[in-house]
Every structure is written in structure tokens, then in C-alpha cells.
């Protein structure tokens, strides 16, 4: 029986997660990320009513979905689906249109401003062909986020999945995403809800939302 190709994954254990943003960081640094956009964010919430106050995180990205809207809807084949689980981007390919933006359900493509491209997390492609982990895995200093091989029962994000209860963000969709969570704040796993308080972030990133009729898919 032939040996089973890879197929990668992510376990982000919210239990372990202190929302430092270190991850972010690590990303924008790794990729070249233009300054006002990101790959990869934290989402937070604060709950409770002074002085017993909690804050929770939920550390967003790209979820390589195994049925992903933006490889159906890209007219020009610049995002592609890789035979290792991994959906990721040719640049030169790309032209710009918005579509893929507009279907990803999770909010995690943005507009690159100095590329001229459609933009998004690609689990660092460059350091895993190179038999390296993702930016965020080896800088999260909570050891929260873990990332390898699902096919494989001995790595040990296929550990984690087995031995723990986790949930991808909105499964109802069909789009199998392969980011999973540990213990996440039911709250956090809606579409990106940004504070009120900062009317000039949300003018910034409503700029990145090309498909002003993506409502479906983002709710």
C-alpha cells in the first residue's frame, strides 16, 4: 500500500494562546506583509463588568479549506489548491479582480496594495517546502499554535485533534477548513466585527472588501 501524501494542518489551542501577537508579527516580518494589512490577525473580546474582567483571543487566518470558494471563483487560475492541502497563490497569475476576496468566507484575503494582487496567509509555503515550519508556529512563545502532516497519526497535530474536542469556524459552509480550534470563545468565531471606536480602521479595511454582495458567505 502506497505511502499517503501529506496533508497539512493546523491546531491553534486557545487554552495556551495569551493574545500577544507575536504570531502576527512573525507573519507580516516572514511575508513582507505592506504595513495596514495582515495575513494572519488576533481577534479579542473583552467580557465581563469591571473589576472581573476576562479578555479572549482568536487568532484568524487562511483556513486551506478542502472545498475552497476562492480557487472556484478565480477566472484566472492564480489560486490553485495543492495536492498537500494547501491553497495558495501565483502572483503573476493574478490580476487584481477582487473575486477571490469577495467568496472567502472567513475574511482572510486582502487587497496587496504594493503587489496589485489578491493577498492572503499561504501557511508560509516557502519555509514548509524547505522542511520548515509557518512563522507563527516556531515564534508563538505560548506553544499554541502546532502545525504538520493530518494524514499522518503520529504527528502531533493529528494527536491533538484525537485526544482533544476542537471546531473550525463555520463548518456549516462545507468549505472543510483545516485551521482547528481548542477551546475557542464561541463569540470570536463569527465574520470580523471591528470596534466603533475606531471609525478610520473599519474606512481602511472596508477599502480590502471588494464584493460589497459577499454578505452570504460572510455571515
Given at each position: 500500500?502506497?505511502?499517503?501524501?501529506?496533508?497539512?494542518?493546523m491546531?491553534?489551542?486557545?487554552?495556551?494562546?495569551?493574545g500577544?501577537?507575536?504570531?502576527?508579527?512573525?507573519?507580516?516580518?516572514?511575508?513582507?506583509?505592506?504595513?495596514?494589512?495582515?495575513?494572519?490577525?488576533?481577534?479579542?473580546?473583552?467580557?465581563?463588568?469591571?473589576?472581573?474582567?476576562?479578555?479572549?483571543?482568536?487568532?484568524?487566518?487562511?483556513?486551506?479549506?478542502d472545498?475552497?470558494?476562492?480557487?472556484?471563483?478565480?477566472?484566472?487560475?492564480?489560486?490553485?489548491?495543492?495536492?498537500?492541502?494547501?491553497?495558495?497563490?501565483?502572483?503573476?497569475?493574478?490580476?487584481?479582480?477582487?473575486?477571490?476576496?469577495?467568496?472567502?468566507?472567513?475574511?482572510?484575503?486582502?487587497?496587496?496594495?504594493?503587489?496589485?494582487?489578491?493577498d492572503?496567509?499561504?501557511?508560509?509555503?516557502?519555509?514548509?517546502?524547505?522542511?520548515?515550519?509557518?512563522?507563527?508556529?516556531?515564534?508563538?512563545?505560548?506553544?499554541?499554535?502546532?502545525?504538520?502532516?493530518?494524514?499522518?497519526?503520529?504527528?502531533?497535530?493529528?494527536?491533538?485533534?484525537?485526544?482533544?474536542?476542537?471546531?473550525?469556524?463555520?463548518?456549516?459552509?462545507?468549505?472543510?477548513?483545516?485551521?482547528?480550534?481548542?477551546a475557542?470563545d464561541?463569540?470570536?468565531?463569527?465574520?470580523?466585527?471591528?470596534?466603533e471606536?475606531?471609525?478610520?480602521?473599519i474606512?481602511?479595511?472596508?477599502?480590502?472588501?471588494?464584493?460589497?454582495?459577499?454578505d452570504?458567505?460572510?455571515?
Open positions: 500500500m502506497g505511502k499517503k501524501t501529506k496533508k497539512w494542518g491546531v491553534i489551542d486557545q487554552r495556551k494562546c495569551v500577544c501577537h507575536t504570531c502576527t508579527v512573525a507573519c507580516k516580518s516572514e511575508n513582507n506583509v505592506p504595513l495596514g494589512y495582515w495575513r494572519s490577525w488576533m481577534k479579542g473580546i473583552q467580557k465581563g463588568t469591571y473589576p472581573n474582567v476576562k479578555n479572549f483571543f482568536l487568532r484568524r487566518l487562511c483556513n486551506h479549506c472545498n475552497p470558494p476562492c480557487v472556484d471563483v478565480c477566472p484566472v487560475q492564480a489560486t490553485v489548491k495543492r495536492a498537500d492541502g494547501l491553497v495558495t497563490m501565483y502572483y503573476g497569475k493574478c490580476i487584481g479582480c477582487g473575486m477571490c476576496i469577495a467568496a472567502c468566507p472567513y475574511d482572510a484575503r486582502f487587497f496587496n496594495p504594493v503587489r496589485r494582487t489578491a492572503k496567509c499561504s501557511f508560509c509555503a516557502h519555509r514548509i517546502d524547505a522542511n520548515l515550519l509557518p512563522a507563527c508556529v516556531t515564534s508563538c512563545i505560548g506553544r499554541a499554535i502546532t502545525f504538520g502532516d493530518l494524514n499522518d497519526p503520529k504527528s502531533e497535530v493529528a494527536k491533538l485533534i484525537a485526544a482533544n474536542a476542537t471546531v473550525v469556524i463555520k463548518p456549516e459552509l462545507g468549505t472543510l477548513p483545516k485551521v482547528f480550534y481548542i475557542p464561541k463569540d470570536l468565531l463569527g465574520r470580523i466585527k471591528l470596534s471606536s475606531y471609525p478610520e480602521a474606512e481602511e479595511y472596508e477599502k480590502t472588501i471588494t464584493g460589497k454582495l459577499s452570504y458567505w460572510k455571515r
